[in-house]
């Protein structure tokens, strides 16, 4: 079996796929400076964009992990991402507190996904 990775750098890929599987590195907002719902739907759209690079979409998430700073953002993130998250395609899931890598940042996501047959 091959593993292939698609935007490596020395700390970490982007994509990496094996298998039929697609796994994705966290992701965070484009804009730090906005509030959780917008960091959340901003977060979103790039794992919308790295799925569709990696022969996947949010239909095809198999499981995430969200982190977020602080419980109190909670319900809000929850409204952006309930919304994102097809009908009848919701994966397992994982949301628990955490210090980010910036102050800035509300929320970040792990995915992983299958491909696309």
């Not at 094996?18 to 794992?47: P, S």
């Not at 995430?64 to 953002?73: G, L």
Request: net charge negative.
């Amino acid at each position: 079996m091959t593993i292939e990775r698609i935007e490596t750098a020395a700390r970490m890929s982007r994509i990496v796929k094996h298998n039929g599987t697609v796994y994705l590195c966290g992701q965070v907002a484009k804009d730090a400076e906005q509030g959780i719902a917008e960091q959340t739907r901003t977060m979103l759209e790039k794992v919308d964009s790295l799925l569709e690079q990696a022969g996947s979409d949010r239909e095809h998430i198999l499981s995430a992990t969200i982190y977020i700073k602080d419980m109190q953002y909670f319900a809000e993130m929850n409204e952006v991402w309930d919304a994102w998250v097809p009908a009848g395609h919701a994966p397992a899931r994982a949301c628990v507190e955490a210090k980010m890598a910036r102050d800035a940042l509300l929320v970040e996501i792990s995915v992983v996904a299958a491909e696309k047959a």
